[in-house]
């Protein structure tokens, strides 16, 4: 099984960076989870839900059900949450196009987390299309 086909059988998905706002890549990515029929928990500390899931406020608050993680923020922000996402025991990480870090990429690989970070994109993967 590739890195994809392994961050895709996880039972429960996580999106670190979920946006209220449905312009954003953070709002399309959960939207895309959705749509596949994934259990998906989005994190933003600032809402309560986005499109009616309930959010958490950082990895570190996620059940311990949460195999697979998509990573939508700046990089610097990135490097955080892979930091968190190592402590939770989340095993496979995509970083969106923009969000990769090289020191996050750096930190999966040294603690063999399946990582997904050379430009492919969730949405294009999962046929992600607007309502």
Known sequence: MDAVQTFLAASHFAVAGASTNRDKYGNKVLRCYLQNNKSVTPINPRADEIEGVACVASVSDLP?????????????????????????????????PGAQSDEGIDLCQKNGINVIADGSCVLVVMHYHEH
Do not use: C, F, R
Request: charged residues 20%; positive net charge; aromatic residues 4%.
């Open 64 to 96: 311990d059900n949460i195999e697979s993680l998509s990573i939508i923020t700046p990089p610097k922000i990135t490097t955080e949450v892979v930091k968190q996402a190592i402590s939770k025991g989340i095993k496979n990480i995509w970083m969106q």
